[in-house]
């Protein structure tokens, strides 16, 4: 089945500086991904939807300066965390939207553990 | 907005037992799909099973069935002849056909005893 990577699986980042997380989706094209934010046993919250080729649309209390997000081709997006602080410690998974005809399909990446000390 | 609930944050049965997963949810939409996903410890997330709102039959997926009701706007999962493998958080999740985005409820831990 399709694939989706996230690079790298876990970084550790001092405060105040920035970080980039990967999203690729390996051997489809997804014109769409989506970030998402999960805190330790809790659910997974949106963040923002990444469209190709333009400007990705952020949820409700999520600061669109803080979390970056470059979808630059159609099987990468990134998302980048700003001026890091421990609060932005958590755990990012990235999805990809498979379109063929009439079949939909979202793929998860593994996930990246920041950790922001 | 759309909503989506599961009440029962952790659940525990013994293997080869039968566990149902409660799930409600809140949509003024018709037209929807719903979802249960599986997170195992490697926090990798597993589509366990899926179902289309105009589809009338529920969805099985060999252990893993559905019953969907739309009326009551509920969607549990059942799994039969549970196994250790099956311990995991399970997710229940909403995607209307305005938009791609998959909201998902809290989620529910379900461990299988030995």
């Known amino acids: 089945g399709a694939v989706v990577s996230q690079h790298p699986s876990r970084v550790i980042c001092k405060s105040g500086t920035s970080v980039k997380i990967e999203c690729r989706s390996l051997d489809f094209q997804a014109t769409t991904m989506f970030w998402y934010r999960q805190f330790p046993k809790k659910s997974l919250m949106l963040m923002a939807t990444?469209?190709?080729?333009?400007?990705?649309?952020?949820e409700q209390g999520v600061e669109k300066d803080k979390f970056l997000i470059n979808h630059a081709s159609l099987t990468l997006s990134t998302l980048t965390v700003t001026s890091a602080h421990p609060e932005d410690s958590s755990f990012y998974i990235c999805?990809?939207?498979?379109?063929?005809?009439?079949?939909?399909?979202?793929?998860f990446g593994p996930g990246t553990r920041l950790t922001v000390t | 907005a759309q909503t989506v609930t599961q009440s029962q944050p952790e659940m525990s049965v013994q293997e080869a037992e039968t566990v149902t997963l409660s799930c409600t949810y809140d949509?003024?939409?018709?037209?929807?799909?719903l979802f249960w996903y599986k997170q195992p410890p490697s926090r990798q997330m597993i589509l366990v099973i899926r179902?289309?709102?105009?589809?009338?039959q529920n969805a099985t997926e060999n252990r893993f069935s559905v019953n969907f009701q739309k009326a009551a706007k509920s969607f549990s999962l059942k799994i039969s002849d549970s196994q250790l493998g099956d311990t995991a958080m399970y997710f229940c999740?909403?995607?209307?056909?305005?938009?791609?985005?998959?909201?998902f409820g809290k989620g529910t831990r379900l461990h299988i005893l030995p």
């Open positions: 949509t003024s939409e018709n037209n929807y799909y």
């Open positions: 990444s469209n190709e080729g333009s400007k990705a649309t952020y």
């Open positions: 999805s990809a939207i498979f379109l063929a005809g009439r079949t939909y399909e979202q793929y």
């Open positions: 179902q289309e709102a105009y589809k009338q």
């Open positions: 999740a909403f995607r209307g056909s305005r938009d791609d985005k998959i909201i």
